[in-house]
């Protein structure tokens, strides 16, 4: 599995007696210091836009909470698609952009620099589709998306 954009690992470390080897790409190399304290993963400083891995190489990709933080998202997502399996899963959770509370969360972040671009839940899934995938999206009615695709 791939915890792209990963981080810490926070939430991939929870779901590592799942799957088999486990991933955690960040840009940030303090971060992935933390990841690795976590045990049993792999900490792989990247790019998403520019994935460092073969082609089909992960059978399962997260991303959570972090494509809005990637510097191009079309080229994350074609990067993540191009690396996942065929009869693998890609999830992307990220805040519901439509919500209001959210869009203040994305105005801040734009005031203080960080570079984020928020997308909603249709326009990702939209960008999976350019690439022939299907794409569903679910929610939690709150503040939370998830777009999924299967290969």
Request: glycine share 8%; hydrophobic share 45%; net charge positive.
């Amino acid at each position: 599995m791939l915890d792209a954009g990963g981080g810490t690992g926070r939430v991939s470390s929870q779901l590592r007696h799942l799957v088999g080897q486990l991933v955690v790409g960040d840009f940030s190399r303090r971060m992935l210091r933390q990841a690795q304290l976590k045990g049993n993963l792999r900490p792989v400083q990247m790019y998403v836009e520019v994935l460092p891995f073969p082609n089909a190489s992960f059978e399962r990709i997260l991303v959570v909470d972090a494509l809005h933080h990637f510097r191009d998202q079309r080229a994350a997502i074609r990067e993540l698609l191009r690396v996942l399996k065929p009869g693998g899963r890609l999830v992307i959770e990220e805040q519901d952009i439509n919500r209001f509370p959210i869009k203040i969360v994305a105005l801040v972040e734009r005031l203080i620099f960080m570079g984020s671009h928020f997308h909603s839940a249709d326009e990702i899934a939209e960008m999976i589709r350019a690439h022939g995938l299907p794409a569903h999206i679910l929610g939690d009615g709150h503040f939370l998306v998830w777009v999924v695709v299967d290969k």
